[in-house]
């Protein structure tokens, strides 16, 4: 069975400090992929990324970052020089990588991010 | 990406009613999901509609008081029936991308109030 923990339930940080989203997941699967999700207080859920499981690379998007170590079984999110527009109910989640589609995802519970002036 | 709305945006019912939520993509794609999301909860798959098939429900969830329809591929329905206040959620469908792109994309989501 798939999980994926999230466990920093609630984060305040305060404007232009960095900030690292933890997230550790489980599988039995050799291929699989991890996102990361925003969800503002409007209640949409965007999407912000998504790393297949035999890309370990790094990637960095303007303040955004993602590191993904397999050794650890973990998908960090880090938000550079934080503002308050990122304050939002961050997810990651975990489907498997079963070609064809199909592809259901495993959500971890969240970590609400407060970011104040 | 996939462009998706969902409508009614929300809505307040009365126990014991039912309520029809629509979920419309802008292209065609195979695999629809609906999810549900509890206050102050994380998000919990309903059920895995694809076009011409009977829907695939996960643990805890079953057709009589979930039924979902997918008359075709950009379109599908998921009624909430006999609804009580523990149906209190916001509801998202959820579409996944090509084959070469397995990113998933979300509706804008359904908050539904049972009273």
């Known amino acids: 069975a798939q999980k994926v923990t999230q466990a920093q339930t609630e984060i305040s940080v305060v404007e232009k400090e960095d900030v690292t989203l933890d997230c550790v997941y489980e599988?039995?699967?050799?291929?699989?992929?991890l996102f990361w999700y925003k969800q503002p207080p409007s209640g949409e859920l965007v999407f912000l990324i998504r790393?297949?499981?035999?890309?370990?690379q790094n990637e960095i998007s303007g303040r955004y970052s993602w590191n993904f170590q397999k050794s650890t079984s973990s998908f960090n999110f880090t938000i550079t020089a934080s503002q308050v527009v990122d304050s939002a109910v961050y997810f990651c989640?975990?489907?498997?990588?079963?070609?064809?589609?199909?592809?259901?995802?495993?959500f971890g519970t969240g970590t609400q991010l407060k970011v104040e002036l | 990406s996939a462009v998706i709305s969902q409508k009614p945006s929300r809505d307040i019912c009365q126990r014991g009613t039912s309520l029809t939520i629509q979920c419309q993509v802008d292209?065609?794609?195979?695999?629809m999901f609906w999810y549900r999301q509890q206050p102050g909860q994380s998000l919990t798959l309903i059920a895995t509609?694809?076009?011409?098939?009977?829907?695939?429900?996960e643990s805890g969830f079953v057709i009589d008081k979930f039924p979902i329809s997918r008359p075709n591929l950009t379109f599908s329905t998921l009624t909430v029936s006999n609804m009580s206040p523990e149906d209190s959620s916001i509801y998202l469908c959820?579409?996944?991308?090509?084959?070469?792109?397995?990113?998933?994309?979300f509706g804008p989501g359904t908050r539904l109030t049972v009273t």
């Open positions: 959820s579409v996944e991308g090509t084959s070469d792109n397995y990113e998933q994309y």
């Open positions: 599988t039995r699967d050799t291929t699989y992929y």
């Open positions: 790393r297949n499981s035999f890309d370990e």
């Open positions: 989640a975990l489907s498997e990588g079963l070609t064809g589609g199909g592809n259901k995802l495993t």
């Open positions: 292209s065609q794609v195979t695999m």
């Open positions: 509609a694809n076009q011409g098939s009977e829907a695939t429900y």
